[in-house]
């Protein structure tokens, strides 16, 4: 097990019977839908945990929950169309979007979770995947963004901890409370 999923194990146990966990084939349909290789952090995290949500506020998207999300029916519908505009923000919005563009352009973001406030969590997608840093983007992918140079599971255990607020996270959740991981269904 790598380090910041032991801490974060340690920190918020997994549940017993975890929902949607994923398999080593079922990861190779997901990755090759996808056309790139995910973090194993990611992969590791929904494999224990399956589908659940975070201090109450955060939702990591599982490919292999059965979908019931509003805006798309799948994973992979989701994921395209969560960060649909970004690329045209700083061309309608000067100054005032948040400065990347969307997977595949290089350095593109590929959103992986959202917060209950409807805000994006992307990975920036240069470099290795495990080394991918995190992008947190508010409603309306403003200029008032977080970035994180660290790890998924890393950030959960940072954001445990209280070590990091992102700023486009509802200041209600904060201090965290326990238990931070409540079971999907």
Known sequence: MIPSLEKLVKLEPPPPNPLARGTA?????????????????????????????????????????????????????????????????????PGYSAPFVSHPSPNGLFPFAYDDDSGTLCWQMSGQPDSWRIICLDRTMSEKFERYDMSLTGFLVALLNNEIFPRTFSSKIFPIRRPAFRRGE
């Open 25 to 93: 084939e079922r990861w190779k349909q997901v990755e090759s839908r996808l056309g790139f290789r995910l973090p194993n952090d990611y992969k590791l995290l929904t494999d224990l945990y399956g589908v659940g949500h975070w201090v109450n506020f955060v939702e990591i998207m599982n490919p292999f929950h059965p979908w019931q999300h509003a805006q798309a029916p799948d994973f992979f519908a989701w994921a395209r169309k969560r960060l649909q505009g970004l690329d045209d923000g700083p061309r309608f919005r």
